[in-house]
Protein backbone atom coordinates (compact mmCIF):
# COMPACT_ATOMS: atom_id res chain seq x y z
CA UNK A 1 0.00 0.00 0.00
CA UNK A 2 1.48 3.23 -1.28
CA UNK A 3 1.77 6.05 1.38
CA UNK A 4 -1.05 8.38 -0.02
CA UNK A 5 -3.52 4.77 0.12
CA UNK A 6 -2.30 4.79 3.92
CA UNK A 7 -5.29 4.67 6.39
CA UNK A 8 -4.14 7.39 8.95
CA UNK A 9 -3.61 5.57 12.49
CA UNK A 10 -4.60 7.94 15.18
CA UNK A 11 -2.34 5.40 17.68
CA UNK A 12 1.17 7.37 15.85
CA UNK A 13 -0.37 10.49 16.77
CA UNK A 14 -0.36 9.83 20.59
CA UNK A 15 2.99 8.43 20.09
CA UNK A 16 4.42 11.06 18.30
CA UNK A 17 3.87 13.33 20.84
CA UNK A 18 5.11 10.85 23.52
CA UNK A 19 8.48 10.96 21.66
CA UNK A 20 8.35 14.31 20.97
CA UNK A 21 7.66 14.83 25.23
CA UNK A 22 10.60 12.74 25.87
CA UNK A 23 13.20 14.04 23.39
CA UNK A 24 12.33 17.70 24.87
CA UNK A 25 12.76 16.60 28.52
CA UNK A 26 15.93 14.46 27.56
CA UNK A 27 17.90 17.83 25.92
CA UNK A 28 16.62 19.54 29.01
CA UNK A 29 18.48 16.75 31.25
CA UNK A 30 21.33 17.04 28.92
CA UNK A 31 21.50 20.94 29.63
CA UNK A 32 22.04 20.23 33.48
CA UNK A 33 25.38 18.22 32.49
CA UNK A 34 28.05 20.48 33.85
CA UNK A 35 30.63 20.27 31.48
CA UNK A 36 33.91 22.71 30.34
CA UNK A 37 33.08 26.18 29.44
CA UNK A 38 29.25 25.48 29.99
CA UNK A 39 28.88 23.89 25.95
CA UNK A 40 25.52 22.52 26.81
CA UNK A 41 23.71 26.31 28.49
CA UNK A 42 19.96 26.59 28.59
CA UNK A 43 19.92 30.12 27.67
CA UNK A 44 21.09 29.38 23.98
CA UNK A 45 19.90 29.24 20.32
CA UNK A 46 20.64 25.24 20.09
CA UNK A 47 18.35 24.85 23.19
CA UNK A 48 15.65 27.63 22.80
CA UNK A 49 15.40 27.54 19.03
CA UNK A 50 16.51 23.99 17.80
CA UNK A 51 15.36 22.15 20.32
CA UNK A 52 11.78 22.94 19.95
CA UNK A 53 11.66 22.79 16.43
CA UNK A 54 13.27 19.24 16.68
CA UNK A 55 10.47 18.04 19.12
CA UNK A 56 7.76 19.46 16.32
CA UNK A 57 9.97 17.61 13.63
CA UNK A 58 10.10 14.50 15.58
CA UNK A 59 6.77 14.47 16.17
CA UNK A 60 5.13 14.98 12.85
CA UNK A 61 7.20 13.11 11.52
CA UNK A 62 6.14 10.03 13.22
CA UNK A 63 2.35 10.96 13.13
CA UNK A 64 2.69 11.53 9.17
CA UNK A 65 4.10 7.93 8.29
CA UNK A 66 1.12 6.86 9.78
CA UNK A 67 -0.77 8.11 6.97
CA UNK A 68 -1.56 11.54 5.34
CA UNK A 69 -2.41 13.90 8.50
CA UNK A 70 -4.41 17.37 7.48
CA UNK A 71 -2.08 20.71 8.01
CA UNK A 72 -3.42 21.90 11.10
CA UNK A 73 -2.13 18.55 12.83
CA UNK A 74 1.34 19.47 11.47
CA UNK A 75 0.84 23.17 13.00
CA UNK A 76 -0.89 21.77 16.40
CA UNK A 77 0.54 18.71 17.48
CA UNK A 78 4.32 19.90 18.34
CA UNK A 79 2.22 22.11 20.73
CA UNK A 80 1.59 18.79 22.87
CA UNK A 81 5.15 17.96 23.44
CA UNK A 82 6.33 20.99 24.23
CA UNK A 83 3.67 22.01 26.68
CA UNK A 84 3.77 18.53 28.35
CA UNK A 85 7.89 18.61 28.28
CA UNK A 86 7.76 22.45 29.92
CA UNK A 87 5.67 21.15 32.56
CA UNK A 88 7.92 18.55 33.66
CA UNK A 89 10.45 20.69 33.73
CA UNK A 90 8.73 22.17 36.38
CA UNK A 91 7.48 19.26 38.07
CA UNK A 92 11.65 17.90 37.95
CA UNK A 93 12.18 21.44 39.49
CA UNK A 94 14.81 22.04 36.20
CA UNK A 95 13.11 25.04 35.50
CA UNK A 96 11.01 27.69 37.19
CA UNK A 97 7.90 29.23 36.40
CA UNK A 98 9.47 32.09 35.03
CA UNK A 99 11.55 30.95 32.87
CA UNK A 100 9.28 28.19 31.04
CA UNK A 101 6.75 30.93 30.86
CA UNK A 102 9.37 33.24 28.32
CA UNK A 103 10.10 29.64 26.30
CA UNK A 104 6.65 28.54 25.77
CA UNK A 105 6.11 31.27 23.07
CA UNK A 106 9.07 30.86 21.19
CA UNK A 107 9.10 26.93 21.87
CA UNK A 108 5.55 26.44 20.23
CA UNK A 109 6.64 28.92 17.28
CA UNK A 110 9.26 26.77 16.35
CA UNK A 111 7.92 23.59 17.44
CA UNK A 112 5.25 23.78 14.88
CA UNK A 113 8.00 25.30 12.07
CA UNK A 114 9.61 22.16 12.53
CA UNK A 115 6.27 20.12 12.15
CA UNK A 116 5.35 21.84 8.72
CA UNK A 117 9.03 20.79 7.71
CA UNK A 118 8.59 17.33 8.80
CA UNK A 119 4.92 17.02 6.93
CA UNK A 120 6.38 18.27 3.81
CA UNK A 121 9.70 15.70 3.93
CA UNK A 122 7.78 13.12 4.47
CA UNK A 123 4.97 13.78 1.73
CA UNK A 124 7.74 14.97 -1.04
CA UNK A 125 10.49 12.11 -0.44
CA UNK A 126 9.42 8.82 -1.36
CA UNK A 127 12.00 6.33 -0.04
CA UNK A 128 12.44 5.73 3.53
CA UNK A 129 16.37 6.35 3.60
CA UNK A 130 16.23 9.88 2.89
CA UNK A 131 13.75 10.27 5.11
CA UNK A 132 15.43 8.85 8.39
CA UNK A 133 19.07 10.67 7.61
CA UNK A 134 16.76 13.78 7.70
CA UNK A 135 15.12 12.86 10.68
CA UNK A 136 18.59 11.73 12.37
CA UNK A 137 20.34 14.76 11.35
CA UNK A 138 17.49 17.25 12.85
CA UNK A 139 17.48 14.91 15.82
CA UNK A 140 21.09 15.73 16.72
CA UNK A 141 21.07 18.89 15.66
CA UNK A 142 21.12 20.95 18.76
CA UNK A 143 23.50 18.53 20.66
CA UNK A 144 26.29 19.47 17.41
CA UNK A 145 25.51 23.24 17.31
CA UNK A 146 26.01 23.54 21.74
CA UNK A 147 29.65 23.41 21.23
CA UNK A 148 29.66 25.34 18.48
CA UNK A 149 27.39 27.97 19.79
CA UNK A 150 29.90 28.03 22.96
CA UNK A 151 32.20 29.44 21.04
CA UNK A 152 30.24 32.80 20.33
CA UNK A 153 30.81 35.59 23.61
CA UNK A 154 26.93 36.99 24.26
CA UNK A 155 26.07 40.24 23.16
CA UNK A 156 25.70 42.74 25.81
CA UNK A 157 22.82 45.49 25.70
CA UNK A 158 21.65 48.04 27.88
CA UNK A 159 17.73 48.45 27.75
CA UNK A 160 16.26 51.78 28.98
CA UNK A 161 12.07 51.48 30.06
CA UNK A 162 10.26 54.62 30.77
CA UNK A 163 7.13 54.07 32.43
CA UNK A 164 5.01 57.12 33.92
CA UNK A 165 1.69 58.29 36.06
CA UNK A 166 -0.31 60.88 36.52
CA UNK A 167 -1.09 62.08 40.39
CA UNK A 168 -3.26 64.34 41.83
CA UNK A 169 -1.17 66.10 44.32
CA UNK A 170 1.47 68.34 44.33
CA UNK A 171 5.30 67.56 43.70
CA UNK A 172 6.05 68.33 47.24
CA UNK A 173 3.75 65.27 48.46
CA UNK A 174 5.40 63.11 45.59
CA UNK A 175 8.44 63.40 46.73
CA UNK A 176 7.85 62.51 50.00
CA UNK A 177 6.54 59.02 48.66
CA UNK A 178 9.35 58.45 46.60
CA UNK A 179 12.34 58.93 48.49
CA UNK A 180 11.63 56.62 50.74
CA UNK A 181 8.88 53.97 50.69
CA UNK A 182 7.08 52.58 53.49
CA UNK A 183 6.16 48.90 53.84
CA UNK A 184 3.73 47.55 50.67
CA UNK A 185 0.57 45.65 51.64
CA UNK A 186 -0.24 43.15 49.26
CA UNK A 187 -3.58 45.00 49.11
CA UNK A 188 -1.85 48.13 48.04
CA UNK A 189 -0.24 46.26 44.69
CA UNK A 190 -2.61 46.11 41.63
CA UNK A 191 -2.16 42.74 39.71
CA UNK A 192 0.72 42.21 37.59
CA UNK A 193 1.41 39.41 35.36
CA UNK A 194 4.98 39.48 36.45
CA UNK A 195 3.91 38.31 40.18
CA UNK A 196 1.61 35.44 38.90
CA UNK A 197 4.86 33.89 36.94
CA UNK A 198 7.08 34.24 40.22
CA UNK A 199 8.77 37.74 40.08
CA UNK A 200 8.76 39.04 44.15
CA UNK A 201 6.10 41.65 44.64
CA UNK A 202 8.03 45.05 45.76
CA UNK A 203 8.17 45.63 49.64
CA UNK A 204 9.92 49.10 51.14
CA UNK A 205 12.61 51.32 50.32
CA UNK A 206 14.54 52.84 53.25
CA UNK A 207 17.22 55.90 53.13
CA UNK A 208 20.38 56.51 54.89
CA UNK A 209 20.36 60.22 54.70
CA UNK A 210 18.47 62.80 52.08
CA UNK A 211 21.48 63.64 49.26
CA UNK A 212 23.97 62.95 46.57
CA UNK A 213 25.63 59.67 48.77
CA UNK A 214 22.60 58.65 50.50
CA UNK A 215 22.06 55.05 50.29
CA UNK A 216 18.32 53.46 49.96
CA UNK A 217 17.36 49.45 50.43
CA UNK A 218 15.30 48.74 48.50
CA UNK A 219 13.42 45.11 49.35
CA UNK A 220 11.47 42.69 47.59
CA UNK A 221 9.30 39.81 49.13
CA UNK A 222 11.48 36.38 49.39
CA UNK A 223 14.14 38.20 50.71
CA UNK A 224 15.42 40.06 47.90
CA UNK A 225 17.73 43.47 48.65
CA UNK A 226 18.94 45.86 46.40
CA UNK A 227 21.29 48.75 47.30
CA UNK A 228 20.64 51.95 45.59
CA UNK A 229 23.06 54.53 45.39
CA UNK A 230 21.94 57.99 45.11
CA UNK A 231 23.72 60.55 42.64
CA UNK A 232 21.04 62.70 41.61
CA UNK A 233 19.13 64.39 44.69
CA UNK A 234 16.53 67.28 43.36
CA UNK A 235 13.91 67.35 45.57
CA UNK A 236 10.88 67.70 43.89
CA UNK A 237 12.56 67.14 40.90
CA UNK A 238 14.62 63.98 40.20
CA UNK A 239 16.06 61.68 42.41
CA UNK A 240 18.23 59.04 40.34
CA UNK A 241 20.46 56.09 42.01
CA UNK A 242 22.32 53.09 40.63
CA UNK A 243 21.70 50.04 41.26
CA UNK A 244 23.47 47.32 42.97
CA UNK A 245 22.09 43.62 43.49
CA UNK A 246 22.63 42.78 47.25
CA UNK A 247 20.77 39.40 48.07
CA UNK A 248 18.72 37.67 46.04
CA UNK A 249 18.27 34.14 47.45
CA UNK A 250 18.85 31.02 45.40
CA UNK A 251 15.09 30.12 46.03
CA UNK A 252 13.48 33.11 45.10
CA UNK A 253 14.12 33.44 41.19
CA UNK A 254 15.58 30.89 38.73
CA UNK A 255 19.27 30.86 37.66
CA UNK A 256 18.71 31.99 34.67
CA UNK A 257 16.92 35.61 35.41
CA UNK A 258 17.95 36.19 38.46
CA UNK A 259 18.96 39.93 38.58
CA UNK A 260 22.99 40.42 38.69
CA UNK A 261 23.78 37.24 36.78
CA UNK A 262 25.32 36.05 33.14
CA UNK A 263 22.09 37.08 31.45
CA UNK A 264 20.49 39.67 33.23
CA UNK A 265 20.99 42.64 35.46
CA UNK A 266 19.62 46.13 36.45
CA UNK A 267 21.73 49.40 36.42
CA UNK A 268 19.89 52.38 37.16
CA UNK A 269 16.22 53.71 38.32
CA UNK A 270 15.57 57.40 38.21
CA UNK A 271 12.04 59.15 39.23
CA UNK A 272 11.67 62.52 37.33
CA UNK A 273 8.84 64.79 38.89
CA UNK A 274 7.12 67.02 36.22
CA UNK A 275 4.54 69.41 37.39
CA UNK A 276 0.82 69.80 35.97
CA UNK A 277 -1.55 72.47 36.55
CA UNK A 278 -4.10 69.98 38.74
CA UNK A 279 -1.00 67.85 40.42
CA UNK A 280 2.03 65.75 38.78
CA UNK A 281 3.54 63.06 36.59
CA UNK A 282 6.12 61.00 37.61
CA UNK A 283 8.40 59.27 35.69
CA UNK A 284 10.39 56.18 36.44
CA UNK A 285 12.84 54.98 34.52
CA UNK A 286 15.14 52.00 34.50
CA UNK A 287 18.28 50.39 32.76
CA UNK A 288 19.22 46.92 32.88
CA UNK A 289 21.35 44.93 30.99
CA UNK A 290 20.67 41.90 28.78
CA UNK A 291 23.34 39.37 27.73
CA UNK A 292 22.30 36.18 25.43
CA UNK A 293 22.86 35.61 21.78
CA UNK A 294 19.52 36.29 20.92
CA UNK A 295 19.07 39.53 23.07
CA UNK A 296 15.86 40.95 20.52
CA UNK A 297 13.37 38.08 21.62
CA UNK A 298 15.37 38.20 25.33
CA UNK A 299 14.63 42.21 25.55
CA UNK A 300 10.90 42.22 24.91
CA UNK A 301 10.12 39.85 27.52
CA UNK A 302 12.88 42.12 30.06
CA UNK A 303 10.99 45.04 29.25
CA UNK A 304 7.75 44.23 29.44
CA UNK A 305 8.31 42.95 32.88
CA UNK A 306 10.59 46.07 34.01
CA UNK A 307 7.20 48.15 32.80
CA UNK A 308 5.17 45.87 34.70
CA UNK A 309 7.71 46.20 37.69
CA UNK A 310 7.50 49.60 37.41
CA UNK A 311 4.12 50.40 36.86
CA UNK A 312 3.14 48.17 40.40
CA UNK A 313 5.40 50.50 42.15
CA UNK A 314 4.09 53.48 40.62
CA UNK A 315 0.42 52.96 41.21
CA UNK A 316 1.15 52.20 44.56
CA UNK A 317 2.60 55.90 45.07
CA UNK A 318 0.06 57.41 43.19
CA UNK A 319 -2.77 56.21 45.17
CA UNK A 320 -0.66 56.83 48.72
CA UNK A 321 -0.53 60.56 47.72
CA UNK A 322 -3.66 60.67 46.78
CA UNK A 323 -4.60 59.66 50.16
CA UNK A 324 -1.97 61.45 51.39
CA UNK A 325 -0.94 58.27 53.49
Same mark, same amino acid.
Given at each position: MS???RRPKPALLIFGALIGAIYAVLIRLAASIQVPRRYLEVISIAFIFLGPFAVGFITIFIAERGGRRRWWVWCLLPWVPITAGSLTTILLYLEGTICVVMFVPIGLTLSTLGGVTAGIVVRLTKSPVPQITTLACVTILPLIFWPIEAQIQPLNATRLVNTSIDIAAPPETVWTKIERVAPIQDSELPHAWTTTIGFPKPDQATLSFEGVGGVRHATFKGG?????? /???W???????????PEQIPSRTLDEHVTLGGRYFDVLRGEYTLEPLPNGTRLHL????? /??TRFNWYSQLWTDAAMRDIQGSILFVIKHRCERNQ
Amino acid at each position: MSYSERRPKPALLIFGALIGAIYAVLIRLAASIQVPRRYLEVISIAFIFLGPFAVGFITIFIAERGGRRRWWVWCLLPWVPITAGSLTTILLYLEGTICVVMFVPIGLTLSTLGGVTAGIVVRLTKSPVPQITTLACVTILPLIFWPIEAQIQPLNATRLVNTSIDIAAPPETVWTKIERVAPIQDSELPHAWTTTIGFPKPDQATLSFEGVGGVRHATFKGGVLFIEK /IDQWEPGRRLAFAIHPEQIPSRTLDEHVTLGGRYFDVLRGEYTLEPLPNGTRLHLSSQHR /ISTRFNWYSQLWTDAAMRDIQGSILFVIKHRCERNQ
